[in-house]
């Protein structure tokens, strides 16, 4: 960039890049059939005479489990503590975070129907969160993130990631992201959580 009055060279600097992790999960085929036997439970409560569903809405515009799902469904506490365990804490290492190890604040289901999406939202007061594409029938589910904030995702306003079944992303609960509408006639199935990092001991240095 060269000065409007002045030959004066400006240099530009990307500050502020987020990341993201993306990783497949190992069995997915077992823990997708253990989270659509709970969608398929969920989603007919005249049956099962059992829903978590709270009835407010939020950003999320599709059916969804309860917050804190890991105290209903063992199998959900099982997934978070493996996430937690083998990936959260690794990347903590490898980016040298001062986060000595994390802890699940809360977790749900979310299932789309037809032209159902998830609008421009944050996990704000959460360090990391985490979305698992469990099963997705149509070509065009994309995550977004957003550059709101004066945030940076490779100098793009907004950053698209087409993921792909069995997916799990990790991210700074704090960046803006939405989801694209299910296109397909068949459910769209994620699973969501977010972490808080946990010290187990008092901290001697700053």
Same mark, same amino acid.
């Given at each position: #960039?060269?000065?409007?009055?002045? @030959?004066?060279? *400006?240099?530009? +600097? $990307?500050?502020?890049? =987020?990341?993201?992790?993306?990783? &497949?999960?190992?069995?997915?085929?077992?823990?997708?059939?253990?989270?659509?036997? #709970?969608?398929?439970?969920?989603? @007919?409560?005249? *049956?099962?005479? +059992? $829903?978590?569903?709270? =009835?407010?809405?939020?950003?999320? &515009?599709?059916?969804?489990?309860?917050?804190?799902?890991?105290?209903?469904?063992?199998?959900?506490?099982?997934?978070?503590?493996?996430?937690?365990?083998?990936?959260?804490?690794?990347?903590?290492?490898?980016?040298?975070?001062?986060?000595?190890?994390?802890?699940?604040?809360?977790?749900?289901?979310?299932?789309?129907?037809?032209?159902?999406?998830?609008?421009?939202?944050?996990?704000?007061?959460?360090?990391?969160?985490?979305?698992?594409?469990?099963?997705?029938?149509?070509?065009?589910?994309?995550?977004?993130?957003?550059?709101?904030?004066?945030?940076?995702?490779?100098?793009?306003?907004?950053?698209?990631?087409?993921?792909?079944?069995?997916?799990?992303?990790?991210?700074?609960?704090?960046?803006?992201?939405?989801?694209?509408?299910?296109?397909?006639?068949?459910?769209?199935?994620?699973?969501?959580?977010?972490?808080?990092?946990?010290?187990?001991?008092?901290?001697?240095?700053?």
């Amino acid at each position: #960039i060269t000065g409007n009055y002045m @030959n004066i060279n *400006i240099e530009t +600097h $990307s500050l502020f890049t =987020e990341k993201v992790w993306t990783f &497949k999960i190992p069995d997915h085929a077992t823990w997708k059939s253990h989270i659509n036997n #709970i969608v398929k439970v969920e989603s @007919n409560k005249s *049956i099962h005479q +059992h $829903s978590t569903s709270p =009835e407010e809405e939020c950003n999320v &515009k599709a059916s969804r489990t309860g917050w804190w799902s890991h105290f209903q469904y063992p199998v959900l506490k099982n997934l978070t503590d493996f996430i937690g365990n083998n990936c959260l804490n690794a990347i903590a290492s490898a980016e040298k975070f001062d986060m000595p190890k994390f802890t699940v604040t809360n977790c749900w289901i979310n299932w789309y129907d037809k032209t159902q999406y998830a609008e421009v939202h944050n996990h704000h007061l959460h360090p990391l969160s985490v979305v698992y594409f469990v099963d997705l029938p149509d070509e065009n589910s994309n995550f977004l993130f957003h550059n709101y904030y004066g945030r940076a995702l490779k100098n793009d306003d907004d950053k698209l990631l087409n993921v792909e079944e069995g997916t799990i992303i990790i991210f700074n609960g704090s960046l803006p992201h939405s989801v694209s509408p299910n296109l397909s006639d068949k459910l769209r199935v994620t699973f969501a959580a977010n972490y808080e990092p946990v010290f187990e001991e008092e901290r001697k240095k700053y």
